[in-house]
């Protein structure tokens, strides 16, 4: 048993407005440079939607990831050093400008310098690659709000588990619905961009399971670029170095949240320390598809299990990050609670970013009674009473997960692998919550149908209020459990990381032969 330490988070998916403030405050502060201006470390997609860059899911496009052998290992599917040394020179898997947006300015100064005139002058956009103008045709989320849906959103890879009715039932109007995908990198367990590349820049910090890249060690093979299957590194083409998102660990080192999660106006973010067993990494991303997400559940630990402790601090796992992982949100939700699902599990790479998905916007389940339609309304709201909407039995409620505007099978290309059941599981236990608190609130629900909604789900009252709190009264420090850095122990802060881990990656015993 090797037990360490990482910094995972929580999206709680039915809480994003889709502001894009998160997405805002990470490109000021790291990627406002020359040759950073379409790295978008932090982006917000709209599902449906092709993604950014355009369909990265689509690992038959992209090659990223890891896929299952016939043997039962693993092997990346396109990138490392024999596979990229074929392609060295011509990557047909890398991914170019046109599936991100050519990065554009505006022409500012027209605004200034326009001579008098009858119209109103105008800053055209400009290319910030030719400095020539240009039309806009891309952007990190040009399929915001289900824009350009005919385009977009039904070209979404996810929809590939639909049938043609099924898909083109998510676009009626009286049906149609989106949610929004917050993604940055995942900072991995089994990170494909560590093991592809040739130069051994990519690293994943021991302290905390951060994945950086050294800058003074990468050589441009870009091999991350192609083997992350989340598109999450990229390629300065001005300093000829891969970039990605650092999870802003100096902030965190001071202990201060990430600028994502600080500057989250819907607080949908929740950061915390998990404890897992590195020894499990490798036959928990060899599972079969259909076991993906219980193996990767089984690694993480808990963290009050007393040989856990001994063998984290046999680790070097400081007290504090013990004790954080303790009253981490993340394995609350994650694992106790059994709220959250990984996005891709299929990729294979044990991402540490989990979800909570979405259950709005559901369909009602609406009550066949008889009587008019008239009869139903409200005469003094005018709108239709709760009787019509909402029947209170968990059969109808359960129906009404079922019959969602987002299809299972949607949810489950996304956040399980395909496994509905997972999918329902999480989704049930969200509407368990909310027949508590209206049990609790409202009081128009009995404490028979309540009991009988809690044992469906394993959840307990004591556990349905936890999720309540958290969800929608926690404060920051509920929210965010990370302590500040130990640097007497950090060797990352105190030698160059070449020497330390450049060469090394994370998981091995031994330097490699690299044989470059």
Request: aromatic residues 10%.
């Amino acid at each position: 048993m090797d037990i360490r330490a990482q910094v995972s988070m929580v999206f709680h998916l039915d809480k994003c407005i889709g502001c894009h403030t998160c997405s805002i405050a990470c490109k000021n502060i790291w990627t406002d440079r020359k040759g950073a201006e379409y790295q978008w470390w932090n982006n917000v997609e709209t599902k449906p939607g092709t993604g950014y860059p355009q369909k990265w899911e689509d690992q038959e496009i992209y090659k990223g990831g890891w896929y299952r052998d016939s043997d039962g290992s693993i092997r990346l599917r396109g990138a490392g050093k024999q596979k990229g040394l074929l392609n060295i020179f011509h990557n047909p898997n890398f991914p170019t400008v046109e599936d991100y947006y050519e990065p554009f300015t505006y022409h500012y100064l027209n605004l200034i310098e326009a001579p008098p005139g009858d119209d109103q002058p105008t800053a055209r956009p400009v290319s910030l690659i030719t400095g020539e103008p240009m039309d806009v045709k891309m952007g990190p989320n040009w399929d915001d709000d289900l824009s350009g849906t005919p385009d977009y959103a039904r070209n979404d890879p996810n929809s590939a588990a639909l049938t043609p009715a099924e898909r083109e039932a998510m676009f009626q109007l009286e049906r149609m619905a989106f949610f929004y995908l917050p993604r940055i990198c995942n900072h991995c367990l089994n990170p494909g961009c560590v093991a592809s590349c040739p130069s051994g820049a990519i690293y994943k910090r021991g302290e905390d399971g951060i994945v950086l890249i050294n800058q003074k060690v990468c050589r441009a093979w870009r091999m991350c670029v192609t083997a992350c299957p989340y598109k999450k590194s990229y390629y300065n083409w001005h300093t000829g170095k891969s970039e990605k998102c650092i999870l802003c660990f100096p902030r965190m080192e001071a202990g201060y949240a990430p600028a994502c999660m600080h500057s989250c106006v819907g607080r949908i973010r929740y950061i915390g320390v998990l404890l897992y067993d590195a020894d499990q990494i490798e036959s928990a991303a060899s599972a079969e598809d259909k076991d993906l997400v219980a193996r990767h559940l089984d690694i993480i630990k808990d963290p009050f299990d007393e040989k856990i402790i001994a063998a984290a601090k046999a680790n070097g796992i400081p007290d504090s990050t013990i004790k954080a992982a303790q009253n981490s949100p993340t394995y609350k939700f994650i694992k106790e609670w059994g709220m959250a699902l990984p996005l891709h599990p299929e990729f294979r790479t044990l991402p540490m970013l989990w979800y909570v998905p979405p259950l709005l916007p559901v369909m009602a389940s609406v009550t066949q009674t008889d009587g008019a339609q008239k009869d139903k309304l409200n005469p003094i709201a005018k709108t239709w009473t709760d009787n019509w909407l909402y029947d209170t039995s968990t059969d109808e409620l359960w129906g009404a997960v079922e019959q969602a505007r987002f299809p299972l099978k949607y949810l489950a290309s996304l956040f399980s692998a395909g496994d509905t059941a997972q999918v329902s599981d999480r989704l049930k236990k969200l509407m368990a919550v909310r027949i508590y608190r209206r049990w609790k609130t409202v009081g128009d629900i009995s404490e028979a149908k309540l009991t009988q909604t809690l044992k469906e789900t394993g959840l307990t009252q004591d556990s349905a209020e936890g999720i309540f709190y958290l969800t929608a009264l926690a404060k920051f420090n509920d929210r965010f459990v990370i302590p500040a850095a130990h640097r007497e122990q950090a060797m990352e802060m105190i030698e160059f990381t070449g020497d330390v881990k450049g060469s090394t990656g994370f998981g091995f015993r031994e330097k490699p032969e690299r044989g470059m």
